[in-house]
C-alpha cells in the first residue's frame, strides 16, 4: 500500500538523505523514477521500497550514494 507523504513529513524541512525511503521519494517526486533508473535502480513496483533507504539500496548494489543524493536533491530543489 502507497502511502502519502507530505513534503514536511517525508524531509522535515531537510534534503533528501541516504535515510529517506525509497517509497517516500517516489511518493514525493514520481519523475525521481527516471534518476533511480539512471542509477540501475528499477524501484516502481518493488516491494522492499516501502522500506529500503537510498543509503542501504546505494550499499547493496554499489552505487555513489553522493551522486544519487545530488541529483535527487537538484530535482527536489526544481519543485520547492
Not at 12 to 25: D, F, P, Q, R
Not at 42 to 66: K, N, P, T
Request: glycine share 8%; charged share 30%.
Amino acid at each position: 500500500m502507497i502511502k502519502s507523504y507530505k513534503r514536511k513529513d517525508m524531509t522535515g524541512g531537510k534534503m533528501i538523505s541516504e535515510k529517506t525511503t525509497i517509497e517516500e521519494v517516489l511518493t514525493m517526486y514520481p519523475e525521481a523514477n527516471k534518476i533511480f533508473l539512471k542509477y540501475g535502480l528499477d524501484c516502481i513496483g518493488c516491494q522492499v521500497a516501502e522500506f529500503e533507504s537510498i543509503g542501504h539500496a546505494c550499499r547493496v548494489y554499489g552505487i555513489d550514494l553522493e551522486a544519487l543524493l545530488e541529483d535527487l536533491n537538484e530535482m527536489a530543489m526544481k519543485h520547492s
